[in-house]
């Protein structure tokens, strides 16, 4: 089993930053990927970073260029910075980890960028 508590939400204007945080606990070894995901209210939750144990990162155009997955392995955390914040960036943000045929989720944490 993994656990994550995701942190680092909150409200933000537009063209804002904030950097959301995920820490790892439990069975981390040979985790696979980390990643984050994002659900808008009637939307899907879509893919917004992901960052595979050989060190590749994937982001959707929506975020390229604004959005960057890190990890601090002595941490076991993952974190994800967002920069240039737009209205429809708005949505839960969930951090992810893929361990060997299985996935895990954090609770979510909620990103409104407002002004």
């Known amino acids: 089993q993994v656990q994550l508590v995701e942190s680092g939400g909150g409200l933000v204007q537009p063209g804002g930053s904030l950097r959301l945080s995920c820490a790892a606990s439990?069975?981390?070894?040979?985790?696979?990927?980390m990643g984050w995901y994002r659900q808008a209210p009637g939307k899907q939750r879509e893919l917004v970073a992901l960052?595979?144990?050989?060190?590749?990162?994937n982001y959707p155009e929506s975020v390229k260029g604004r959005f960057s997955i890190s990890r601090d392995n002595a941490k076991n955390t993952a974190y994800l910075q967002m920069n240039s914040l737009k209205p429809e960036d708005t949505a839960v943000y969930y951090c992810y980890v893929h361990k060997a045929l299985t996935g895990y989720w954090g609770q979510g944490t909620q990103v409104t960028v407002s002004s």
């Open positions: 960052l595979t144990s050989d060190g590749s990162t």
């Open positions: 439990g069975s981390i070894s040979s985790i696979n990927a």
